[in-house]
């Protein structure tokens, strides 16, 4: 198994590329479907979902929109569990079809802070899509529309997914080696 060192920690190899853009690909077709005619508004949450948002869309192949919106809620390779908003959504989102696209729903906290903020502005609907899901970790109600693939409660690096700022650029995901 293919080991990286980012920063001071050792990961090992979880989801190779081609698996991600295989399950990316799938993700796009079922949103193809659902979503026909609808023309959404796919908002990219910064940073971690730039990768995955990129890929989608090349995917997507109905009339839509995207924007972007960064929040934060990390710091290492534990969430704070407070969710500030960075950077605001511009545009008019009222009666329309809203894609939110996340690199990965562990907690929920994110999510649940994003609804809410959208919600003010009247949405026909919220939909959500997630390229990582982690169910053991996941505390929420919300229902997560489009998941691409389901992943152990381990911290990852990698598509878009990082450490401390690092690791983003990794073409697959990396799990965290657990050094006892």
Same mark, same amino acid.
């Given at each position: 198994m293919e080991t990286? %060192?980012?920063k001071d920690k050792d990961f090992e190899l979880a989801i190779p590329a081609e698996k991600i853009l295989i399950e990316v690909h799938k993700l796009a #077709? %079922?949103?193809n479907e659902d979503l026909e005619g609808q023309n959404p508004l796919f908002l990219c949450v910064l940073n971690g979902s730039f990768i995955f948002a990129a890929d989608l869309l090349k995917k997507v192949n109905i009339d839509c929109e995207i924007s972007f919106i960064?929040? #934060?809620s990390y710091q290492g390779t534990s969430s704070t569990g407070d969710v500030r908003t960075v950077l605001g959504l511009d545009g008019e989102i009222k009666d329309r079809t809203i894609v939110i696209i996340e690199d990965i729903v562990d907690t929920g906290n994110t999510i649940v802070a994003l609804v809410e903020q @959208?919600? @003010?502005f009247s949405p026909k609907d919220i939909k959500i899509a997630? @390229? @990582?899901f982690k169910p053991d970790a996941y505390e929420k &109600?919300?229902?997560i529309d489009y998941i691409a693939l389901e992943v152990p409660n381990e911290f990852l690096v990698g598509y878009g997914l990082?450490? &401390?700022g690092m690791g983003r650029n990794l073409e697959s995901?990396?799990?965290v080696v657990k050094n006892d």
């Open positions: 990286i %060192r980012v #077709a %079922r949103i960064k929040l #934060a @959208l919600n @003010l997630t @390229l @990582l &109600d919300i229902h990082d450490y &401390d995901i990396y799990s």
